[in-house]
């Protein structure tokens, strides 16, 4: 019988927050042509390694240097953890399987460490022969999901790996998913507060009428997100509004009380909209006084919600008048959410 196997993908980290190892991250990351998908090579290059990190590298050194933790990444640290406490899961449901030898889950970065390669050839070195892949992305965008899919089967390939893949969708409307998200925010929606805002990673518009097989629907159809179409299936901004209206639905949220923004935007091109360090501002000076912040499009907490979210958004929101700022956190570890990991994979090794 074929040796199953889980392998969980995250986007990946610096191996430290000093300036030469962020710059090599930043060069793989941003050199990936489905993350900045123009201008073509050699150009795109260029781009990237003469005008982007030049002027990014050490303010992103800086930031890291902000999150980093004595035992690493926090998106590292805590994915490390996700495997360990799923593999444990797993291990005690599988018959026979009680030792560590029987090891069902691994984990691979899309970028730096553990990479995809090694990985791969760790598991196939261990007589794995069939692999879930399960992106740790809600939602699909060329620029993440895809381009993590991509990777693992073009890195199996040139490897010359005898592996077969079956590919976990994105769960951005799983019921048992959404579930798990609102048992995380509880604790912090049972508390008072005047806003809910649902901070999502920003594209750019112009990844929304790429990834549309139609041509003719992503931002053209007046209400597009809201409006039945094939093309929600690769509609990066469809699917985060449907998952704010399931969390909303479970949680019976005011529809008063909450809204979507999009973060992390580059200059030069229209990004999704509205801007979350905008909406920060615009809420404090509407007099919303106490700000909940959750960012549903990372399952675990990272950069761009410890930093950008949880530190500067907060000193945003509170310099423009507002005077209390939570941010719920990513659901990690979580219990309710190992749980839901657990019973996905479950089922597929069990098949």
């Not at 692999?131 to 060329?142: D, G, I, N």
């Not at 509880?186 to 806003?195: G, I, Q, V």
Request: net charge neutral; proline share 7%.
């Amino acid at each position: 019988m074929a040796h199953r196997a889980v392998l969980l993908l995250n986007l990946g980290s610096p191996n430290s927050p000093e300036v030469p190892d962020v710059r090599r991250y930043l060069a793989e990351f941003l050199g990936d042509p489905r993350v900045i998908d123009r201008p073509g090579q050699p150009w795109r290059w260029l781009l990237v390694n003469g005008i982007i990190i030049p002027t990014r590298v050490k303010n992103s050194a800086h930031a890291y240097s902000k999150v980093w933790t004595k035992e690493g990444s926090p998106l590292i640290v805590t994915s490390q953890r996700v495997q360990k406490n799923l593999a444990a899961a797993l291990v005690k449901s599988q018959p026979g399987a009680n030792g560590p030898e029987d090891t069902l889950v691994f984990l691979a970065m899309n970028y730096g460490s553990p990479a995809i390669s090694e990985v791969l050839r760790v598991m196939a070195s261990a007589g794995v022969t069939e692999v879930l892949l399960f992106p740790q992305y809600p939602h699909y965008a060329m620029s993440s999901y895809e381009t993590a899919v991509v990777k693992v089967h073009r890195e199996a390939r040139r490897l010359g790996l005898n592996l077969r893949f079956e590919t976990v969708q994105p769960f951005f409307e799983d019921a048992d998913y959404i579930a798990a998200l609102v048992e995380s925010a509880r604790p912090y929606l049972a508390r008072p507060y005047d806003h809910l805002l649902f901070s999502y990673h920003g594209l750019p518009e112009r990844h929304m009428r790429k990834a549309d097989s139609s041509g003719a629907h992503c931002l053209t159809v007046p209400d597009c997100c809201n409006t039945c179409s094939p093309a929600h299936a690769t509609c990066y901004r469809a699917q985060t509004v449907r998952t704010t209206k399931a969390f909303a639905r479970l949680a019976g949220l005011d529809p008063a009380k909450h809204s979507i923004s999009y973060q992390s935007r580059l200059v030069g091109e229209p990004w999704l909209t509205p801007y979350t360090d905008k909406e920060f501002e615009r809420l404090a000076e509407e007099g919303k006084k106490r700000l909940l912040v959750i960012t549903p499009a990372f399952t675990t907490d990272c950069l761009e919600t410890l930093e950008e979210i949880r530190m500067a958004g907060r000193e945003t929101f509170l310099e423009a008048g507002g005077e209390s700022f939570e941010h719920i956190p990513c659901l990690n570890d979580h219990p309710a959410f190992l749980a839901w990991l657990a019973t996905r994979c479950r089922a597929w090794l069990e098949q």
